[in-house]
């Protein structure tokens, strides 16, 4: 029987190096003649000025505008001309302020530009503009009200974002809420809820059409937006399991507890009841049980994973205590669960704070997807925003769904068949991940399928629905990415069930069956026999990864947010079937067009768990762990402990597996949303002393610096791609070695300048190391790499103790 071990911890080298700066100016513009552009800049100053004075305002102190750019400047030293930066809304746009004064000193200096500008300071930044415009009503609309229009009913709630000046507290944010509650009470407008953080500064009113035409033409909106829908799919069928038992364990008070934060929980189900903590609603005038059924098909995967597997072995173990926080409420009409009229961010962050602070909960699931939000290459708000700041500042592992893409009406897609048409559509701008899967410090989950039969088809010979997609191929329901600046969402995938055509009914071929192929669940209205049931949609594939978060976390529980993330996404593989589900010329042309991104990871990310060596170490694969934390501008330096017989010159597959997590702070009114960036490489070299001398600011003009070490095919997920994410991995693959050469994972820090005041002095990572030899049966790795970490050990020490007498 095969052995197996607590994974081992490795430590980093004591030497940590200032990071080597980029020896680079970036280009400038070709302006030509710079009078000429200062007058055509002034000629555009005028034009904006004065439509924005015919704009609707609240404060008539100062003008909104909009300023296009090209390259890189300091947005902050735009004041030194008049202007106050606001927000920056795309890649080469702005937001500004400027009063009265402020306009007739950037009116000054666009008009000495070119003549009398020797003196002038920051000159670049107006060399930099392309033009000055106004924030219009078409910037101002959301992709749900450009997609849907508005609401064509007499009154309609809307959801209304403001240009988030400063920071929640801050004196000019009261200023901002103040005139702008007054214009609305002016304006007749009543708000139901209002959201005030630093980032976000939102209102829910209650409007008519004349009503939101003024919001969508006033200087202080950011964002007009229907509010929230999730869209969610509850057809389900139950199933017959007369061998459950119907009393079960609870689990130790030792583990783990996990948050489902949905449409509630009926805790008298016989499978749930041993393990649940509390159910609270957060849903006024609603119990906390769950009407709808979402929430505890949810919990019921949360706790026991693979429940298919469950029935098949007669072994009912809760993984964890389960908590519920009721967040959506059942509509009468529909059947579904939906969010409440409240703002949900609200309502998020009370539920979220309460199990937190109440029972410290640091495990929450939410397979939840707001439909009206879909991720535009832009700003991450809402939902995501909220738990991206949570997460930093509690340590909270967020596992979220993609959201489901149920097809689209305008444009059609698909246009005829789900199943002629697959997989075009899972790259469709129309599928793309929803609010608030773009989150950039929770876990992200797409869906995999696994049954091809419908329920009609298991009963019925005749051909009558057929599905789109086989075994571990994406679901035809599932999102891709990417997220911010081209981080990989889904991070990670799991099964979350299949759809099927319509066969024989012509023209309902763009129909979709989920009956019999969807993921095996507890049934909320459970009777005698129907305890089970079974659901389709990614909100039941992001529980199976809590499932593996809580096992994991039950094995470590010292482990941080950051390291379940590591570990988690450290043991996943994009499966084959996913690679072959888009052809060869489709990959290929898409990574020419995409600067060499992968198109299977657009929708997979880094792919399927696999739990062989995810809890447990083994004399094959061994799994080494380290949580650290790192200044501003440095290197850190880990020596892997690898043994001979691993590094051995013989041909043999031998793997290397790095993943590494953070959890930076964020900004929503910076297109970069992240306030660090953090990074790893693997690079090999004869010594420590050697390699650094890469990394070194000191001797960066002797020395190259260096990338991994191996590149090309043998490398998964290259630099360009995994750095862009909080949480990256790549594998190597090795058929020979050499002996006598060092491996080192190194690990860089890098802030952004607006990031200075909000990060850390050293900031927390998570990096995981696997060590895999696949085809040595006599290997002894566990044993061999323990041995070596304890020579390192005892070779730190007597380096230490050398440089202690000699001082």
């Known amino acids: 029987m095969p052995q197996d071990y607590k994974h081992l911890p490795i430590v980093k080298e004591t030497l940590t190096n200032d990071r080597r700066t980029r020896q680079f100016n970036p280009p400038k513009p070709e302006r030509g003649n710079m009078q000429a552009h200062g007058q055509r800049l002034g000629g555009n100053l005028r034009d904006a000025v004065a439509n924005a004075r015919l704009q609707q305002r609240s404060d008539d102190s100062r003008l909104v505008l909009k300023i296009r750019y090209s390259g890189m400047f300091d947005f902050t030293k735009m004041i030194r001309h008049g202007v106050e930066f606001v927000s920056q809304e795309d890649k080469n746009i702005c937001i500004v302020f400027a009063s009265e004064k402020g306009l007739a000193e950037f009116a000054d200096h666009l008009a000495r530009l070119g003549i009398n500008d020797d003196e002038m300071t920051y000159r670049a930044i107006l060399e930099a503009l392309d033009g000055i415009d106004n924030w219009t009503k078409e910037d101002r609309q959301s992709w749900a009200i450009s997609t849907f229009g508005l609401p064509q009913t007499n009154t309609f709630k809307l959801d209304i974002e403001l240009w988030p000046i400063q920071y929640s507290q801050h004196p000019e944010r009261a200023r901002l809420i103040g005139l702008f509650d007054a214009w609305l009470k002016e304006a007749g407008i009543s708000y139901t809820d209002k959201v005030n953080l630093d ?45 459950v038992p119907l009393t079960i364990p609870s689990p130790l008070d030792t583990s783990p507890k996990i948050c489902i934060l949905d449409s509630g929980i009926n805790t008298n189900h016989p499978l749930l009841k ?202 035809p329901f599932t999102r891709h990415g990417p997220s911010v600046r081209g981080a990989l969402k889904p991070e990670v995938v799991a099964t979350g069930g299949n759809i099927a055509t319509l066969m024989r009914r012509k023209d309902e071929q763009w129909k979709s069956v989920p009956a019999g192929l969807g993921v095996l669940t507890l049934n909320h209205n459970f009777i005698g026999k129907t305890l089970l049931s079974e659901m389709s949609g990614t909100s039941f594939a992001a529980p199976y990864i809590t499932y593996l978060a809580a096992r994991l976390s ?206 850390e002095q050293k900031e927390k990572y998570s990096l995981v190391v696997t060590v895999t030899d696949h085809e040595n049966i006599e290997a002894t790795l566990y044993a061999d790499i323990q041995l070596r970490l304890q020579e390192m050990a005892r070779a730190r020490e007597q380096e230490r103790e050398r440089t202690r007498l000699s001082l």
């Open 554 to 759: 039950s094995e470590y529980p010292d482990a941080s947010a950051n390291m379940l993330r590591a570990m988690l996404v450290n043991h996943a593989t994009v499966p084959v079937n996913c690679i072959s589900t888009f052809d060869e010329a489709w990959r290929n042309q898409y990574r020419k067009e995409n600067g060499w991104r992968e198109l299977p990871r657009e929708v997979c990310g880094y792919g399927k768990i696999d739990d062989d060596v995810l809890y447990r170490s083994s004399d094959a694969a061994v799994v080494l762990m380290a949580e650290e934390s790192i200044e501003n501008n440095a290197h850190q330096f880990f020596e892997l402990p690898l043994p001979e017989d691993f590094l051995r010159s013989k041909r043999s597959t031998r793997e290397l597996k790095v993943s590494f997590a953070y959890s930076p702070p964020v900004r929503t009114t910076r297109i970069e949303y992240l306030g660090t960036r953090m990074f790893f490489r693997l690079v090999r070299g004869n010594s420590l002393s050697e390699v650094q001398k890469h990394f070194n600011h000191d001797t960066q003009d002797d020395h190259e610096p260096v990338n991994d070490s191996v590149d090309g095919d043998r490398r998964s997920v290259s630099t360009t791609i995994r750095d862009k994410g909080t949480v990256q991995a790549s594998t190597w693959t090795f058929k020979l070695l050499q002996p006598n050469t060092k491996w080192f994972v190194v690990v860089t820090r890098n802030d952004r300048d607006w990031g200075n005041a909000l990060c």
């Open 199 to 243: 980032s976000l500064l939102m209102y829910r009113v209650e409007v008519n059409e004349a009503q939101a035409n003024f919001l969508l033409s006033h200087q202080d909106v950011r964002l007009v937006d229907l509010p929230p829908r999730t869209g969610v799919d509850f057809k389900s069928l139950d199933l017959d399991i007369n061998d």
């Open 274 to 475: 041993s393990c649940i903590g509390e159910a609270v609603s957060f849903i006024d005038g609603e119990s906390p049980e769950d009407i709808s059924g979402h929430g505890t098909a949810v919990a019921g995967i949360a706790a026991y994973g693979d429940l298919e597997a469950c029935t098949a072995s007669g072994y009912w173990q809760p993984s964890a205590w389960i908590f519920s926080g009721k967040i959506l409420k059942h509509d009468a009409q529909t059947g579904e669960p939906v969010f409440d009229v409240k703002t949900i961010e609200q309502t998020l962050d009370s539920a979220i704070q309460y199990f937190l602070q109440t029972y410290g909960c640091k495990i929450f699931n939410l397979s939840i997807g707001n439909l009206n939000a879909p991720y535009n290459n832009r700003h991450v708000r809402g939902m995501a925003y909220i738990l991206d700041q949570l997460s930093r500042k509690h340590g909270i592992l967020f596992i979220v769904s993609t959201g489901n893409f149920t097809g689209s009406t305008s444009p059609p897609v698909p246009v005829n068949s789900w199943r002629e048409e697959y997989p075009d559509y899972l790259m469709n701008s129309q599928s793309v991940i929803i609010d608030p899967a773009p989150a950039m410090n929770v876990l992200t989950v797409g869906s995999l399928a696994k049954h091809t039969a419908t329920t009609t088809a298991q009963r019925y010979p005749e051909i009558n629905e057929l599905c789109p997609a086989s075994e571990d191929q994406p679901s």
